[in-house]
T-cell receptor
């Protein structure tokens, strides 16, 4: 299994509070991604990174920001959480010869 | 824009039987990658199988195989000798071949597979 961890694994927060989710990899892969999973939508890309300090938006980026100051860490921040951001968040990484994406264990976020 | 469609929200199979999950996609690209991911109740996303569009031969991984019909833009997953541990949500996904900023996955909405003992 690819070395990907996410923290926290579960979080309950209140509307309007800031939240930061962390993805950490030990594979030294160049690409990192944040997806959210919601019933009826599969997984949808929020933001991705193609190198340190190089990030770009995905299809559902509104209300989210990201940062990548080191190859191994990719942070997802909800500046002011809303109930619509209640979801399961997955980090993924890719690199190497196949460029296949491998996923972390996910974080369940509940915004009350 | 590319889209992926899984038209079967739920399916059921008897243990030891064979089941086929359907996936269709839409793209104007001639080369691309297709994937099946499995998500058991643990929530972990597990890669099941990978197909490169330029390869004519269907990919296989033990009891899992695909039927890739490029002209029809169809990518079905066949699970043979189904086991209780195969019970999960299965997602079909598409990726462009060019890497870099286009290296994102586009997912279908998933098929929930139940395995009956």
């Amino acid at each position: 299994d690819a070395g990907i961890t996410q923290s926290p694994r579960h979080k309950v927060t209140e509307t309007g509070t800031p939240v930061t989710l962390r993805c950490h990899q030990t594979e030294n892969h160049r690409y990192m991604y944040w997806y959210r999973q919601d019933p009826g939508h599969g997984l949808r890309l929020i933001h991705y990174s193609y190198g340190v300090k190089d990030t770009d938006k995905g299809e559902v980026s509104d209300g989210y920001s990201v940062s990548r100051s080191k190859t191994e860490d990719f942070l997802l921040t909800l500046e002011s959480a809303t109930s619509s951001q209640t979801s399961v968040y997955f980090c993924a990484i890719s690199g190497g010869s196949t460029d296949t994406q491998y996923f972390g264990p996910g974080t369940r976020l509940t915004v009350l | 824009a590319q889209t992926v469609t899984q038209s079967q929200p739920e399916m059921s199979v008897q243990e030891a039987e064979t089941v086929t999950l359907s996936c269709t996609y839409d793209t104007s690209e001639s080369d691309y990658y297709l994937f099946w991911y499995k998500q058991p109740p643990s929530r972990q996303m597990i890669l099941v199988i990978r197909q490169e569009a330029y390869k004519q031969q269907n990919a296989t991984e033990n009891r899992f195989s695909v039927n890739f019909q490029k002209a029809a833009k169809s990518f079905s997953l066949k699970i043979s000798d189904s086991q209780l541990g195969d019970a999960a949500m299965y997602f079909c996904a598409y990726r462009s071949p060019y890497g870099g900023a286009t290296n994102k996955l586009i997912f279908g909405t998933g098929t929930l597979l139940a395995v009956q003992p």
